[in-house]
T-cell receptor
């Protein structure tokens, strides 16, 4: 089945220790998104790739970086996680502008100790 | 900037109909979509409106009025499994900068 896969599902790190979250998709969608969602809040867009074009939200901290080496994979790097970065990180894909909706992966729950 | 407003909580009775409203402000509006999210799960896509009017998908319908910057999600024949958070999301921007921003969500509780 075509899907969006995120690894790991749960990530525990220490304050200031870099982490990388990964996302892969078999949908062959050209747009990939990273959202951060904290408890009882809306998913907050961090950045997205439209094909190879990278779009960073103005309020995304510099601590967050992303890479998309090919159509199928996208990575979220948190260079120096703080306690406030503990959240669910959701990867999503869409075809073009997303008129058919966003397809979400199961998310990675990040805990920062 | 962009903003979306929706009620934080709605309670309804099993078998009834409920409407969740969403108003938005954005530039370069392209479309409004709705997502369902159960506790501990990821959002799942329900519907999308780019043009004025009603879109129906089974028990769920979604409406858009572009002139009023307003939309709603209508859920009919409510079932206990419909208890979840519902997010409206606005698609805006042009070409590769087009993006999808979520509202704060409405928590729907269904009681027997």
């Amino acid at each position: 089945d075509a899907m969006v896969i995120q690894n790991p599902r749960y990530q525990v790190t220490q304050f200031g220790k870099p982490v990388t979250l990964s996302c892969s998709q078999t949908l062959n969608h050209n747009v990939m998104y990273w959202y951060q969602q904290k408890s009882s809040q809306a998913p907050k867009l961090l950045f997205h790739y439209y094909d190879k074009d990278f779009n960073n939200e103005a309020d995304t901290p510099d601590n967050f970086q992303s890479r998309r080496p090919n159509t199928s994979f996208c990575f979220l790097d948190i260079r120096s996680p703080g306690l406030g970065d503990a959240a669910m990180y959701l990867c999503a894909t869409s075809r073009d502008r997303g008129t058919g909706g966003l397809f979400f992966g199961p998310g990675t729950r990040l805990t920062v100790l | 900037g962009q903003s979306l407003e929706q009620p934080s909580e709605v309670t309804a009775v099993e078998g009834a109909i409920v409407q969740i409203n969403c108003t938005y402000q954005t530039s370069g509006f392209y479309g409004l979509s709705w997502y369902q999210q159960h506790d501990g799960g990821a959002p799942t896509f329900l519907s999308y409106n780019a043009l004025d009017g009603l879109e129906e998908t089974g028990r769920f319908s979604s409406f858009l009025s572009r002139s009023d910057s307003y939309g709603y999600l209508l859920l009919q024949e409510l079932q206990m499994k419909d208890s979840a958070s519902y997010f409206c999301a606005v698609q805006s921007g042009y070409s590769s900068a087009s993006k999808i921003i979520f509202g704060s969500g409405t928590r729907l509780s269904i009681r027997p």
